[in-house]
């Protein structure tokens, strides 16, 4: 299943970076496909003892909770058992119940005994998706007057063009249709995330996941890097100039491509990270040690070719933003190094240390100007001064104040976008090149308020995924190298609308899954069983 999800990726992305309408309509299938088969595997791989077990540890979770909602805790022998008082420190909360039965690992709810990872963050997505699936309700003419009267007042308009009537009833939602497709795509990309999460709770998941996702990263650089050089390789023959020639790979968008690079980076170099740790650790077994080098160095390979098609996309802000990610993964792979061993820990200092120099002196060379230029106007040869970013995002407060209590609807910014518009000419947009203020206009300031508790819980259960990481250096480099990624996105995405790309919308999720929900204690228990058998082979006594 982590290579299918991988390769549901490289599908995707191969059909303009999921733009292209069977790109779309083969994710939302194999969505649906992957969450069957994952609930399949876990039906399936359940035993009747195994469920019998389960169903107890439901009912004795429910039977505790239950308790408060009567309006109080029994002392009872049971509950007692449940929740055990904690001598040390009375001033911290009491331990959440845990039946005696129940397995080792990250909290989990069960369906008919048969055992999920619990997310935490149920309540929040099916918050969100029930306020996306408002927006397509029809409401009376007087009931919109009050919640959206802007949206009303447009409806009327084109209704008196259409046949000169007035709306009777319609929903708030300014193009229903396409708000419609962005739900559809909103539960997929729930499904990836969900799908992930489950994977993240074994590291066998999460090792062939990262495999699946550096082998998509470097077929993705590679088409990058021959498209650029094919192209160059004409011009110079035809004796025109070589600038200007961009790598755009599948996507046809460089800062669309670059999106997706930078996310493909960040799990290449945690991936490098994890296998060069490994070999460092693997000192006293010399071949093996030998193999793992060898392994990092087709590893560092494919990063390199990753690196490369994001420099020759000549995407300043991704590159940029790049660089914040590296910046931010070599922060976090030198404060989760183990002290205790000293030589992998500079090891590993020196490989990230060179990958952010190369980042730096590549931003440098394609020059760094245009990229700060970016932030507030498109150039001056494109367009003239005003009819720049800076002046879309300005422009756009008006619509937020319009759309503030419900939003315009998903996919709705480019049709009202106009009537704000303070600028001629015929250049148009379809973003608001800021994926955060495009959703306060869409979803309105609740929507945006959703998105942003969501983002607080990544944040939260990010560093409480590395606070137990402490003592595994190789799981913790992998860690930040997802956590990189992501973080490089949702920065990119304050002057960019790269993630309205279904392939890196699907990405982003992947990424998320993992930050939020890699079991260190999973991986850490089957590290100590494998560890406890080959001590007791080799403490084994030789019989003559």
Same mark, same amino acid.
């Given at each position: 299943?982590?290579?299918?999800?991988?390769?549901?990726?490289?599908?995707?992305?191969?059909?303009?970076?999921?733009?292209?309408?069977?790109?779309?309509?083969?994710?939302?299938?194999?969505?649906? *496909?992957?969450?069957?088969?994952? $609930?399949?595997?876990?039906?399936?791989?359940?035993?009747?003892?195994?469920?019998?077990?389960?169903?107890?540890?439901?009912?004795?979770? =429910?039977?505790?909770?239950?308790?408060?909602?009567?309006?109080?805790? =029994?002392?009872?022998?049971?509950?007692?058992?449940?929740?055990?008082?904690?001598?040390?420190?009375?001033?911290?909360?009491?331990?959440?119940?845990?039946?005696?039965?129940?397995?080792?690992?990250?909290?989990?709810?069960? $369906?008919?005994?048969?055992?999920?990872?619990?997310?935490?963050?149920?309540?929040?997505?099916?918050?969100?998706?029930?306020?996306?699936?408002?927006?397509?309700?029809?409401?009376?003419?007087?009931? #919109?007057?009050?919640?959206?009267?802007?949206?009303?007042? #447009?409806?009327?308009?084109?209704?008196?063009?259409?046949? @000169?009537?007035?709306?009777?009833?319609?929903?708030?939602?300014?193009?229903?249709?396409?708000?419609?497709?962005?739900?559809?795509?909103?539960?997929?990309?729930?499904?990836?995330?969900?799908?992930?999460?489950?994977?993240?709770?074994?590291?066998?998941?999460?090792?062939?996941?990262?495999?699946?996702?550096?082998?998509?990263?470097?077929?993705?650089?590679?088409?990058?890097?021959?498209?650029?050089?094919?192209?160059?390789?004409?011009?110079?023959?035809?004796?025109?100039?070589?600038?200007?020639?961009?790598?755009?790979?599948?996507? @046809?968008?460089?800062?669309?491509?670059? &999106?997706?690079?930078?996310?493909?980076?960040? $799990?290449?170099? @945690?991936?490098?990270?994890?296998?060069?740790?490994?070999?460092?650790?693997?000192?006293?077994?010399?071949?093996?040690?030998?193999?793992?080098?060898?392994?990092?160095?087709?590893?560092?390979?494919?990063?390199?070719?990753?690196?490369?098609?994001?420099?020759?996309?000549?995407?300043?802000?991704?590159?940029?933003?790049?660089?914040?990610?590296?910046?931010?993964?070599?922060? #976090?792979?030198?404060?989760?190094?183990?002290?205790?061993?000293?030589?992998?820990?500079?090891? $590993?200092? *020196?490989?990230?240390?060179? &990958?952010?120099?190369?980042?730096?002196?590549?931003?440098?060379?394609?020059?760094?100007?245009?990229?700060?230029?970016?932030?507030?106007?498109?150039?001056?040869?494109?367009?003239?001064?005003?009819?720049?970013?800076?002046?879309?995002?300005?422009?756009?407060?008006?619509?937020?104040?319009?759309?503030? #209590?419900?939003?315009?609807?998903?996919?709705?910014?480019?049709?009202?976008?106009? /009537?704000?518009?303070?600028?001629?000419?015929?250049?148009?947009?379809?973003? *608001?090149?800021?994926?955060?203020?495009?959703?306060?206009?869409?979803?309105?300031?609740?929507?945006?308020?959703?998105?942003?508790?969501?983002?607080?819980?990544?944040?939260?259960?990010?560093?409480?995924?590395?606070?137990?990481?402490?003592?595994?250096?190789?799981?913790?480099?992998?860690?930040?190298?997802?956590?990189?990624?992501?973080?490089?996105?949702?920065?990119?995405? &304050?002057?960019?609308?790269?993630?309205?790309?279904?392939?890196?919308?699907?990405?982003?999720?992947?990424?998320? @899954?993992?930050?939020?929900?890699?079991?260190?204690?999973?991986?850490?228990?089957?590290?100590?069983?494998?560890?406890?058998?080959?001590?007791?082979?080799?403490? /084994?006594?030789?019989?003559?």
């Amino acid at each position: 299943m982590p290579f299918a999800l991988a390769a549901l990726i490289g599908v995707v992305a191969w059909g303009l970076g999921g733009y292209a309408p069977w790109a779309m309509l083969f994710l939302e299938i194999a969505c649906v *496909a992957l969450t069957g088969w994952l $609930v399949t595997t876990v039906v399936f791989s359940t035993s009747r003892t195994t469920r019998e077990r389960n169903l107890a540890i439901a009912r004795s979770q =429910r039977r505790f909770w239950g308790l408060f909602r009567k309006g109080g805790r =029994r002392s009872t022998s049971e509950v007692e058992i449940l929740t055990p008082p904690d001598p040390v420190d009375r001033e911290t909360k009491p331990p959440a119940p845990q039946h005696p039965d129940a397995p080792p690992g990250p909290a989990a709810f069960y $369906v008919f005994g048969y055992r999920f990872t619990r997310t935490g963050v149920g309540t929040l997505a099916l918050a969100i998706t029930t306020w996306m699936g408002l927006s397509l309700v029809p409401l009376w003419a007087s009931w #919109l007057a009050v919640v959206s009267p802007r949206a009303l007042a #447009l409806r009327n308009e084109i209704a008196s063009l259409i046949n @000169g009537d007035a709306v009777t009833s319609a929903p708030w939602s300014v193009t229903p249709f396409l708000s419609y497709q962005d739900v559809l795509l909103w539960i997929a990309y729930m499904m990836v995330f969900w799908i992930t999460y489950q994977l993240a709770a074994s590291s066998r998941s999460v090792r062939r996941l990262s495999v699946g996702l550096v082998a998509v990263g470097v077929a993705s650089g590679a088409y990058g890097l021959v498209q650029w050089l094919t192209i160059v390789g004409a011009t110079l023959d035809e004796g025109g100039p070589s600038g200007g020639f961009m790598a755009t790979g599948s996507f @046809g968008n460089r800062n669309h491509y670059a &999106f997706f690079q930078e996310m493909v980076l960040g $799990v290449s170099l @945690g991936w490098l990270l994890l296998r060069w740790s490994e070999a460092e650790t693997r000192a006293r077994d010399r071949v093996a040690r030998q193999e793992a080098r060898a392994q990092s160095a087709l590893i560092a390979i494919g990063v390199a070719c990753i690196t490369l098609s994001l420099l020759f996309s000549l995407s300043r802000s991704g590159i940029t933003f790049a660089c914040a990610g590296g910046a931010v993964f070599f922060f #976090l792979s030198r404060t989760s190094r183990n002290r205790s061993q000293a030589k992998p820990a500079s090891n $590993v200092t *020196a490989v990230v240390a060179t &990958f952010g120099l190369l980042l730096v002196a590549a931003t440098l060379w394609i020059g760094i100007d245009p990229v700060l230029s970016r932030f507030e106007l498109v150039p001056q040869e494109l367009q003239m001064s005003e009819d720049g970013r800076a002046a879309v995002w300005r422009d756009s407060l008006g619509a937020v104040e319009d759309f503030w #209590l419900t939003g315009s609807g998903l996919s709705s910014f480019q049709y009202i976008y106009p /009537a704000y518009r303070s600028f001629g000419g015929r250049r148009f947009y379809s973003w *608001a090149h800021n994926d955060y203020l495009q959703i306060a206009i869409e979803l309105g300031l609740p929507g945006l308020l959703l998105i942003a508790l969501i983002i607080g819980w990544i944040v939260r259960r990010a560093r409480r995924v590395r606070s137990l990481l402490h003592g595994q250096p190789a799981w913790a480099h992998l860690h930040a190298g997802y956590c990189a990624g992501a973080l490089a996105v949702a920065l990119h995405s &304050f002057t960019d609308f790269g993630l309205h790309l279904p392939a890196n919308a699907a990405l982003f999720a992947v990424l998320i @899954g993992v930050v939020t929900g890699l079991s260190p204690d999973r991986v850490s228990s089957r590290r100590r069983k494998t560890i406890r058998k080959k001590k007791l082979r080799r403490s /084994a006594p030789v019989v003559a």
